[in-house]
């Protein structure tokens, strides 16, 4: 096998004649994102355009002003949105700043061979650069199949470009927020319910009386409408129950904080489930008449007790029974939060099955202050021809492995780029849009591995970021500001829509994902999978279709529908068939026993770190998102690098003082490329370190990002799969310290 070399290109040569108006001078006309008075910005112009926010996958809706010279100030939450109620995160505020970000893309981009064989970016015409762009795909269908292509994305934008390689023949559509994020919880919720959680997840935050945090960080983790709930339920006297080895924002408001040893979760909720059988605190009535299976966990379960428990947690059992004891009078509204990013150790269907059942035995299915059923708007697509049918699928290149996956994995794609004896073809080509594969899929050599045996890789960003380096094209897409773009279309308490408008022209020579979609359904002879003339069009079709129109939502900005399928909760005695192989909830699974997996949740010992090694553990901080933000004029004011968190037991022993940079290597030997900054804490346990994820960028475009801070996804090399659905568990890398660095930093 031929392996294509592809150097990594630096932006930074290209476009310095649109650095004149330097940084300081856009800057300075950006407002500060605390400003929460209209009146701070002066004069603004009295119209305002609806959006949704673009800075994370929450999406709240929001009003976008500007001012009377036609600028865009500032966005605001939309008061009738659910997801926001009308105030915006620090990072929605500032995502203002994506906008005038100069470091943005400007203009498309082909990789080209030097006359000194050197390969660089050439700016090119949009026409030009989707020409290369039809013609790479074309060529890999001639020569392999459309099979062998992949659209992994994140972003509105995707939806655009997987309508377009589903007309060329491909269904190879992947999300990093599937392996890499909440795909355990999924598969775990639908083996035990029947169905999954998806986004947002509908728990009944605002009238619990007792939420259960594992490793779920709400308040650093800033999913809006979530954060607000439970500041509402704590006002109102819910307790919480937050479980980390770190003492996190949520832990010091908790009234419990189990600051558990890393990796022991499963053997705490098994403990918890044997105390609530054991004291038959769970809910009799709900459990007998929706359950299958309590006669075998129960058994499952005899000799998990606290005492047990603790020797692997180091939780007292007293702290074990009290909060056990505490979920139970509280139920049914009582949430054992399934956690979002629950990629962790490789037996995390497991976790959230645990998690799933202890929700089960408690009744808080389906109740009021526990998990409520949402609905959703159907919204159809505008009408197109049928799709063709692949021969192949994503599942095809799994190898038969990880049939209980419900959506495609972003890692497995990445893994069936690799070619191999099992594989009878490799995929070829991808497109990616809006997913920074580089810091998003954990073992880097293996994402750049793949990447180098691409025939072909077009890549659709906002930004310079890592990813584009290594495109064969990289098409700037205009910011969520600056475009008409899909409906959101979300799940929640009522169905809702919500519109997002451009505010303003788009800056540079970027375009939509639509516009860019579009264009090459034309030139590919796809163009009746895009038959609307405009979006204006499109919306205004699909709108009427639900009772509305692109009028009255330009007017109004979110739309709540009334509910369809019954009511928000079960009702006392109601009858209900869950969607499993028993028609009940599965306390023991049928569906994981056919697969020959466990039918009810285990401990497993993991690795403990070696001498002079600390677990490596991320999260997220209020204002930012993943590596998206990190280059934010707005936000880098309110962070621009990350730390590391170090126990003062640690610190002493290795002398390090607050403040002092350290380079970090992992048990793999991979030393980090820039230093992180120790911050010394009580918060983080001596067995850990913390540090927030989405930084350490080394592409020196990002003027503001480069080499501030450590980037956690260089560190994460061993990667614990799933082997129920293919999640990377990416929490078992161990670092220790290092002073100095023998290599050069590369960029
Ligand atoms: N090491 C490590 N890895 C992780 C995680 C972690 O905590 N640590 N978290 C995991 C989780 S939970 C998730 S959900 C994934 C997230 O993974 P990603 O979504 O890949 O995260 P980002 O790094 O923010 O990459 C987003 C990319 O979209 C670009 N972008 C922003 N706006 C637009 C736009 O409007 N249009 C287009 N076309 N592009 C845009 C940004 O510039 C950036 O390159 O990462 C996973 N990977
Ligand atoms: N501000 C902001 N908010 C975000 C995002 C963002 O980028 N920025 N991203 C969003 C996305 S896509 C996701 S998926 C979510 C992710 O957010 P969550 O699902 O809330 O969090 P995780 O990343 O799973 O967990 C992080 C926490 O787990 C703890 N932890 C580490 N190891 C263990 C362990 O062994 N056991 C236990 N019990 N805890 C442990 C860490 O100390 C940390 O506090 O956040 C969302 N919200
Ligand atoms: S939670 Fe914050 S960043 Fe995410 S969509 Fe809402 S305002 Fe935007
Ligand atoms: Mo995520």
């Given at each position: 096998m031929a392996q294509k070399r592809r150097d990594f290109i630096k932006?930074?040569?290209?476009?310095?004649?649109?650095?004149?108006?330097?940084a300081q001078q856009l800057r300075s006309a950006i407002p500060p994102y605390s400003q929460t008075e209209l009146g701070d910005f002066g004069p603004l112009s009295s119209q305002r355009t609806p959006t949704y926010c673009e800075v994370c996958f929450w999406k709240c809706a929001g009003w976008v002003y500007k001012n009377q010279e036609g600028a865009i100030q500032k966005v605001v939450g939309n008061?009738?949105?659910?997801?926001?109620n009308g105030r915006l995160c620090p990072r929605g505020t500032g995502g203002v700043g994506m906008y005038y970000d100069e470091d943005r893309l400007k203009n498309p981009l082909i990789r080209v061979k030097g006359k000194d064989g050197k390969q660089t970016f050439r700016e090119a015409s949009w026409d030009e650069a989707l020409d290369v762009v039809a013609k790479g795909l074309q060529k890999v269908k001639e020569e392999h199949g459309a099979e062998c292509t992949a659209l992994l994305t994140h972003g509105s934008g995707g939806h655009y470009f997987g309508t377009l390689l589903k007309a060329f023949g491909s269904t190879n559509i992947a999300a990093p927020s599937y392996a890499q994020c909440r795909g355990p919880r999924e598969v775990g919720f639908i083996a035990t319910f029947g169905e999954g959680l998806n986004s947002p997840e509908p728990t009944d935050i605002r009238d619990t009386r007792c939420l259960v945090l594992i490793g779920s960080h709400l308040g650093e983790n800033m999913h809006n409408g979530q954060v607000q709930e439970m500041s509402d339920a704590i006002d109102k006297g819910a307790s919480i129950i937050t479980v980390d080895p770190r003492f996190s924002t949520v832990a010091s408001k908790s009234k419990f904080w189990l600051p558990i040893k890393p990796a022991t979760d499963i053997a705490l909720l098994l403990t918890w489930i044997h105390e609530i059988i054991e004291n038959e605190w769970y809910d009799k009535d709900y459990v007998e008449r929706y359950t299958y299976g309590l006669d075998l966990l129960k058994a499952h379960v005899k000799n998990y007790t606290p005492e047990w428990a603790y020797g692997i947690t180091t939780i007292k059992p007293e702290v074990i029974r009290e909060t056990a004891r505490e979920m139970a009078n509280a139920a049914p509204s009582v949430i054992i939060h399934p956690g979002r990013h629950v990629t962790w150790y490789g037996d995390d269907t497991q976790r959230l099955r645990a998690v799933a059942i202890l929700n089960a035995l408690l009744g808080s299915w389906g109740r009021r202050g526990g998990f409520y059923v949402p609905e959703k708007a159907s919204v159809p697509s505008y009408p197109h021809p049928e799709f063709p049918k692949p021969q192949r699928t994503w599942r095809d290149a799994m190898g038969g492995k990880y049939k209980l996956a419900d959506l495609a994995l972003a890692s497995g794609v990445c893994d069936a780029t690799i070619p191999s004896p099992d594989l009878n073809c490799s995929i070829k080509a991808w497109i990616v849009n809006g997913t920074n594969l580089i810091m998003t899929l954990p073992d880097q050599r293996k994402t750049i591995e793949a990447i180098q045996n691409l025939d072909f890789m077009v890549v659709v960003d906002t930004m310079p970021m890592e990813i584009t380096g290594y495109a064969d094209v990289v098409l700037p897409e205009c910011t969520y500001l600056e475009r008409w773009d899909d409906l959101r279309v979300v799940q929640g308490r009522e169905p809702n829509i919500a519109l997002r408008m451009p505010a303003a022209e788009p800056k540079y020579n970027t375009k939509p994902a639509y516009w860019m979609a579009k264009k090459l359904a034309d030139k590919m002879g796809l163009g009746d999978y895009f038959a609307w003339n405009s979006m204006e069009e499109m919306l205004d079709w699909q709108l009427k279709e639900v009772g509305s129109s692109l009028e009255e939502m330009k007017r109004i900005g979110v739309k709540n529908l009334p509910r369809e399928y019954g009511a928000l909760y079960f009702r006392d005695g109601e009858e209900i068939e869950f969607n499993t192989n028993t028609g009940k909830i599965e306390l023991y699974s049928t569906a994981l026993a056919a697969e020959g997996f466990d039918p009810m949740p285990k401990y497993t010992p993991h690795m403990e770190p070696p001498a002079g090694y600390y677990h490596l553990n991320y999260g997220r901080a209020p204002q930012h998102t993943f590596s998206r933000t990190s280059n934010n004029p707005n936000l880098t004011d309110l962070m621009d690098e990350n730390t590391l968190w170090v126990n003062p037991k640690v610190a002493k022993e290795w002398g390090l003082k607050n403040g002092q940079p350290v380079y970090l290597e992992n048990q793999d030997g991979v030393v980090s490329d820039f230093p992180i900054k120790v911050r010394v804490t009580e918060r983080t346990r001596f067995d850990s370190v913390y540090m927030v994820h989405g930084f350490g960028h080394a592409n020196k475009k990002l003027s503001r990002a480069f080499g501030k801070g450590a980037s956690d996804s260089q560190l994460i090399t061993r990667v614990l799969v799933d082997p129920i659905m293919g999640g990377t568990g990416m929490r078992g890398n161990f670092v220790t310290f290092r002073f100095e660095k023998e290599s050069e930093v590369k960029s």
């Amino acid at each position: 096998m031929a392996q294509k070399r592809r150097d990594f290109i630096k932006i930074s040569s290209l476009s310095a004649a649109g650095l004149i108006f330097g940084a300081q001078q856009l800057r300075s006309a950006i407002p500060p994102y605390s400003q929460t008075e209209l009146g701070d910005f002066g004069p603004l112009s009295s119209q305002r355009t609806p959006t949704y926010c673009e800075v994370c996958f929450w999406k709240c809706a929001g009003w976008v002003y500007k001012n009377q010279e036609g600028a865009i100030q500032k966005v605001v939450g939309n008061d009738n949105d659910s997801n926001c109620n009308g105030r915006l995160c620090p990072r929605g505020t500032g995502g203002v700043g994506m906008y005038y970000d100069e470091d943005r893309l400007k203009n498309p981009l082909i990789r080209v061979k030097g006359k000194d064989g050197k390969q660089t970016f050439r700016e090119a015409s949009w026409d030009e650069a989707l020409d290369v762009v039809a013609k790479g795909l074309q060529k890999v269908k001639e020569e392999h199949g459309a099979e062998c292509t992949a659209l992994l994305t994140h972003g509105s934008g995707g939806h655009y470009f997987g309508t377009l390689l589903k007309a060329f023949g491909s269904t190879n559509i992947a999300a990093p927020s599937y392996a890499q994020c909440r795909g355990p919880r999924e598969v775990g919720f639908i083996a035990t319910f029947g169905e999954g959680l998806n986004s947002p997840e509908p728990t009944d935050i605002r009238d619990t009386r007792c939420l259960v945090l594992i490793g779920s960080h709400l308040g650093e983790n800033m999913h809006n409408g979530q954060v607000q709930e439970m500041s509402d339920a704590i006002d109102k006297g819910a307790s919480i129950i937050t479980v980390d080895p770190r003492f996190s924002t949520v832990a010091s408001k908790s009234k419990f904080w189990l600051p558990i040893k890393p990796a022991t979760d499963i053997a705490l909720l098994l403990t918890w489930i044997h105390e609530i059988i054991e004291n038959e605190w769970y809910d009799k009535d709900y459990v007998e008449r929706y359950t299958y299976g309590l006669d075998l966990l129960k058994a499952h379960v005899k000799n998990y007790t606290p005492e047990w428990a603790y020797g692997i947690t180091t939780i007292k059992p007293e702290v074990i029974r009290e909060t056990a004891r505490e979920m139970a009078n509280a139920a049914p509204s009582v949430i054992i939060h399934p956690g979002r990013h629950v990629t962790w150790y490789g037996d995390d269907t497991q976790r959230l099955r645990a998690v799933a059942i202890l929700n089960a035995l408690l009744g808080s299915w389906g109740r009021r202050g526990g998990f409520y059923v949402p609905e959703k708007a159907s919204v159809p697509s505008y009408p197109h021809p049928e799709f063709p049918k692949p021969q192949r699928t994503w599942r095809d290149a799994m190898g038969g492995k990880y049939k209980l996956a419900d959506l495609a994995l972003a890692s497995g794609v990445c893994d069936a780029t690799i070619p191999s004896p099992d594989l009878n073809c490799s995929i070829k080509a991808w497109i990616v849009n809006g997913t920074n594969l580089i810091m998003t899929l954990p073992d880097q050599r293996k994402t750049i591995e793949a990447i180098q045996n691409l025939d072909f890789m077009v890549v659709v960003d906002t930004m310079p970021m890592e990813i584009t380096g290594y495109a064969d094209v990289v098409l700037p897409e205009c910011t969520y500001l600056e475009r008409w773009d899909d409906l959101r279309v979300v799940q929640g308490r009522e169905p809702n829509i919500a519109l997002r408008m451009p505010a303003a022209e788009p800056k540079y020579n970027t375009k939509p994902a639509y516009w860019m979609a579009k264009k090459l359904a034309d030139k590919m002879g796809l163009g009746d999978y895009f038959a609307w003339n405009s979006m204006e069009e499109m919306l205004d079709w699909q709108l009427k279709e639900v009772g509305s129109s692109l009028e009255e939502m330009k007017r109004i900005g979110v739309k709540n529908l009334p509910r369809e399928y019954g009511a928000l909760y079960f009702r006392d005695g109601e009858e209900i068939e869950f969607n499993t192989n028993t028609g009940k909830i599965e306390l023991y699974s049928t569906a994981l026993a056919a697969e020959g997996f466990d039918p009810m949740p285990k401990y497993t010992p993991h690795m403990e770190p070696p001498a002079g090694y600390y677990h490596l553990n991320y999260g997220r901080a209020p204002q930012h998102t993943f590596s998206r933000t990190s280059n934010n004029p707005n936000l880098t004011d309110l962070m621009d690098e990350n730390t590391l968190w170090v126990n003062p037991k640690v610190a002493k022993e290795w002398g390090l003082k607050n403040g002092q940079p350290v380079y970090l290597e992992n048990q793999d030997g991979v030393v980090s490329d820039f230093p992180i900054k120790v911050r010394v804490t009580e918060r983080t346990r001596f067995d850990s370190v913390y540090m927030v994820h989405g930084f350490g960028h080394a592409n020196k475009k990002l003027s503001r990002a480069f080499g501030k801070g450590a980037s956690d996804s260089q560190l994460i090399t061993r990667v614990l799969v799933d082997p129920i659905m293919g999640g990377t568990g990416m929490r078992g890398n161990f670092v220790t310290f290092r002073f100095e660095k023998e290599s050069e930093v590369k960029s």
